[in-house]
């Protein structure tokens, strides 16, 4: 196998000069960065990346933990955290707390015995135990898409996040279904104690306000952010005596669920009732009707969760930051409005 040394005398550099570009310690110029990477192609050398870990005291590896893998938007903030991270050179770690306050301060503990740079995680809606270890071991650590702490509150969070705006875009979810003359809108709501449940009920409510509508406790149901729960809590709206005309689901998960509940009750969309969620996939655009939705920039979040652990990493000084990217609106049918030619650009 290729060696350092064997690099070093392709480039016709120092081995030291091989380090620097391999493990980006020092600035090289651009024609001798040029010529080790040549010759680390033409010699096919693989760094040593357990030697390199213990004089550097870094893996180049990022802990990530994220709940429910499987759900489309989830998967797409990995898709991005991944692309970044390996445009840097870091590889990924991946771990699944389930919402399990207790598992998640488990499976954190473990990426963390493995020597991880980093964390990226988004937190239970209990992560007393997560904060309590990330910060007695000042694990380098940015949340993603819950916040621990909402913006502008108390003394400010103590660890980097980012997510999506989730309050102004449900409350034009509500104006837009009140426009279309909807005068009672449910809300299927998420698990109680994300900030992104949190975020999405107050602009319910700020929607309602806009609109001058009351807010009737009866039509805010919870689906904890699941299909099944979703299903059982829309079944509970259609039972009421004045059920609502219109609904707004908060998460892709409980939209399927919703959508299940009013099929079980032989209800048209939108034709008996109207439609509108929170969270874009990629088929939205194939049900019938079309789903009128609120699409969230998932991949963005993952590569900014990954710029923001990295600038941590060489700046560990750096006061926290909260990042929340705006959405977009994606204009369909499902809400009751004809389909109309160049649909789906924002709202």
Not at 182 to 199: C, F, K, N
Not at 263 to 287: E, N, Q, T, Y
């Amino acid at each position: 196998m290729a060696t350092m040394t064997d690099v070093a005398r392709r480039a016709g550099v120092s081995v030291a000069t091989v380090s620097h570009v391999l493990n980006g310690t020092r600035p090289v110029r651009p024609h001798t960065r040029r010529a080790v990477l040549d010759a680390v192609e033409e010699l096919g050398y693989t760094p040593n990346t357990l030697a390199r870990s213990l004089v550097t005291s870094r893996t180049r590896s990022i802990g990530l933990a994220v709940s429910a893998v499987g759900n489309p938007y989830f998967t797409e903030i990995l898709q991005g955290v991944e692309a970044a991270a390996l445009d840097h050179g870091y590889g990924l770690l991946v771990a699944d707390p389930h919402d399990d306050p207790r598992h998640e301060r488990e499976v954190v503990q473990l990426l963390h015995e493995r020597r991880v740079d980093g964390m990226i995680v988004a937190p239970s809606p209990r992560p007393r135990e997560l904060l309590a270890y990330l910060g007695r071991h000042r694990v380098p650590t940015v949340f993603l898409d819950r916040l621990v702490e909402a913006p502008g509150t108390g003394d400010g969070p103590r660890f980097d996040q980012v997510g999506a705006e989730s309050e102004e875009p449900t409350a034009r979810l509500v104006t837009h279904l009140a426009g279309l003359g909807h005068r009672r809108i449910a809300l299927v709501a998420g698990l109680p104690g994300l900030s992104t449940t949190d975020e999405r009920v107050a602009g319910y409510r700020r929607g309602l306000t806009a609109a001058g509508l009351p807010y009737d406790e009866r039509i805010l149901v919870r689906g904890d952010s699941r299909t099944a729960g979703a299903q059982r809590a829309t079944a509970g709206l259609l039972a009421l005596g004045a059920r609502p005309t219109a609904l707004v689901t908060a998460n892709n998960a409980m939209t399927i669920g919703a959508l299940r509940a009013l099929r079980d009750h032989h209800l048209s969309v939108p034709g008996d009732i109207a439609l509108c969620c929170f969270d874009d996939f990629p088929w939205a655009d194939l049900f019938s009707p079309r789903l009128t939705a609120v699409a969230q920039p998932s991949r963005e979040i993952g590569a900014r969760a990954v710029s923001m652990l990295l600038e941590r990493l060489a700046e560990p000084g750096l006061p926290a930051r909260t990042e929340q990217l705006p959405c977009a609106f994606v204009h369909r049918t499902s809400c009751g409005c004809p389909d109309r030619p160049g649909e789906g650009n924002p709202l």
